[in-house]
C-alpha cells in the first residue's frame, strides 16, 4: 500500500496534463516514498479522460477513477478523498498546476512533527485585480462570521493525515465546502505559505456562477450569521415602523399635522416587502440544503476505475 496519495482532479485538463504527469512523475521518482496518484476525470468532453487511461495503463504508480458525469470540483475531490489508498496521508492539488506538488516533501516533513492537516496559505497570486479583491474579501468576511477559524487565503491544497481523510469520507454533507470541513474536524493543523503560480495551460473551468456556490457552500455551511442578519434586520424595521407610527401621532396631537399622500406608504411597503422576501431568499438557502440532503442520494457516481493497470 501507498504511503502517500495525491488526488488531482481534473476536466477537461488536456493541454496542461502533459505537464501535470511529468511533474508528479519528477516528484514520486525523487522522493524515498511509496506514492500513488489519484486522478479524477469530472466527466471531461475532451481528451483529459482517454489521456488519464493511457497513463495508467503503462505506469501503475497512477489510480484513475472516472465520473459519470461532471459533478463539480468539490465532489471530484470527494471522490478522489473516497479512493485514495495513501497510509500516512493524502495530498490534494489542482490539475492546472497552481498547486505546485513539489511541495510533497515539505509537506511531509511537517505531517512526521504530529501535524494532521498541512494546508497551503496564497500569499501571492496571480489573477487580475478585480478577482483578487473578490477572493481577498471573501476569507476575510467568511472568517469574520463563519462559527469555526477558517484559515485565511487557504484553498484545497493540502496534505492531509489517514484519520482526518477517513473522517472526512464519513461526512454525508451535500453541498460540501472541503477547507471548511477540514478545519471542523480539527486535530494539529499548520499553514505554509507559497506563492500561487498561474495555470500551466488552458483557461480556469471555476466560472462566476460556481465560484459564487462554492461561496455560498462556505457561508451557509459554516455560519450561523445569514439567519442571525435576518432576525437583526426584521427587528430593525419594526423600530423603523414603530418610530414613523409615533412621529405621525406626535404630528397629530401637538402640531395639528398629518401626513398626506401616498409616498410614505409607499416607501414602507417597499421596505418591508424587500425584507420579507430577503428572509424568504435566505431561508430559502437552508431549506435546499436541506432537500437535498434528504434525498441520501449518493455523492457522486463512478464510471469505472483504473488500479494497478485493471479495470474495475
Known amino acids: 500500500m501507498p504511503q502517500i496519495s495525491i488526488v488531482a482532479p481534473l476536466y477537461n485538463e488536456q493541454e496542461s496534463f502533459p505537464h501535470l504527469i511529468s511533474r508528479l512523475n519528477a516528484v514520486m521518482d525523487s522522493s524515498s516514498l511509496t506514492i500513488e496518484v489519484v486522478l479524477v476525470d469530472d466527466g471531461s468532453k475532451d481528451l483529459t479522460a482517454q489521456l488519464m487511461r493511457d497513463n495508467a495503463l503503462a505506469d501503475a504508480r497512477y489510480h484513475c477513477v472516472f465520473l459519470s458525469r461532471n459533478h463539480g470540483h468539490q465532489l ?20 492546472d498546476l497552481q498547486d505546485p506538488p513539489e511541495l510533497l516533501t515539505s509537506f511531509y516533513d511537517y505531517l512526521t512533527k504530529g501535524y494532521d492537516v498541512i494546508y497551503a ?6 489573477e487580475g485585480f478585480l478577482k483578487k479583491s473578490a477572493y481577498f474579501l471573501f476569507y476575510r468576511i467568511l472568517k469574520s462570521i463563519s462559527y469555526i ?18 473522517i472526512m469520507n464519513k461526512m454525508p ?30 483557461e480556469s473551468k471555476y466560472s462566476l456562477k460556481l465560484l459564487l456556490r462554492l461561496a455560498y457552500n462556505g457561508i451557509f455551511n459554516f ?50 416587502s424587500g425584507i420579507q422576501l430577503f428572509a424568504l431568499g435566505v431561508i430559502g438557502e437552508y431549506v435546499l440544503r436541506v432537500f437535498f440532503q434528504s434525498k441520501n442520494r449518493p455523492l457522486f457516481i463512478v464510471r469505472e476505475t483504473i488500479v494497478d493497470k485493471k479495470y474495475q
Open 149 to 166: 477559524d477558517i484559515p485565511l487565503d487557504s484553498g484545497d491544497f493540502s496534505m492531509i493525515s489517514r484519520r482526518v481523510v477517513d
Open 121 to 126: 496559505v496564497r500569499k501571492k497570486r496571480k
Open 76 to 95: 471530484a475531490l470527494t471522490a478522489g478523498l473516497a479512493h485514495a489508498r495513501g497510509s500516512e496521508a493524502i495530498m490534494v492539488i489542482d490539475g
Open 223 to 272: 455560519s450561523e450569521f445569514p439567519i442571525k442578519f435576518v432576525s437583526r434586520l426584521g427587528a430593525f424595521g419594526v423600530m423603523v415602523s414603530l418610530l414613523y407610527f409615533f412621529a405621525v401621532i406626535i404630528k397629530k396631537y401637538f402640531f395639528q399635522e398629518v401626513i398626506e399622500g401616498f409616498t410614505s406608504l409607499l416607501f414602507m411597503i417597499i421596505f418591508f
Open 173 to 202: 454533507e451535500e453541498s460540501r465546502y472541503l477547507r471548511g470541513m477540514r478545519t471542523w474536524i480539527g486535530f494539529k493543523q499548520i499553514g505554509i505559505e507559497y506563492e500561487r503560480a498561474e495555470r500551466q495551460a488552458g
